[in-house]
């Protein structure tokens, strides 16, 4: 089993950058897929990034397509979300998550989740 634990949330305003990290422990993350989830308050939980096992694929959301940057460390076992130009829409929290299959944009839920980390953008 894959443990993974989600930083770097915080309070921002809009227009600035924040970048998440998540720590992978109990395994190592070149055999897993990673995705990067978001859920606000009274909406459908989102996948707004993905990143296959070498790092060679990535693909996002729309809503954040050439704002947010995911990346992977497999040598350090962690994998990250860059976040520019963020947006009060933004606001959610976000989850890491992992699975051996690719499954696009997380139509089929990864089976290994993390706690997820509170992001807050203001105007």
């Known amino acids: 089993q894959v443990q993974l634990v989600e930083s770097g949330g915080g309070s921002v305003q809009a227009g600035d950058s924040l970048r998440l990290s998540c720590a992978a422990s109990?395994?190592?993350?070149?055999?897993?897929?990673m995705y990067w989830f978001r859920q606000a308050p009274g909406k459908e939980r989102e996948c707004v990034a993905t990143?296959?096992?070498?790092?060679?694929?990535?693909n996002y959301a729309v809503s954040v397509k050439g704002r947010f940057t995911i990346s992977r460390d497999n040598a350090e076992n962690t994998v990250f979300l860059q976040m520019t130009s963020l947006k009060p829409e933004d606001t959610a929290v976000y989850f890491c998550a992992a699975d051996r299959a690719w499954n696009a944009m997380g139509l089929i839920s990864p089976n290994y989740w993390g706690q997820g980390t509170q992001v807050t953008v203001s105007s």
């Open positions: 109990g395994r190592t993350i070149s055999s897993y897929c």
């Open positions: 990143i296959s096992w070498s790092g060679s694929s990535t």
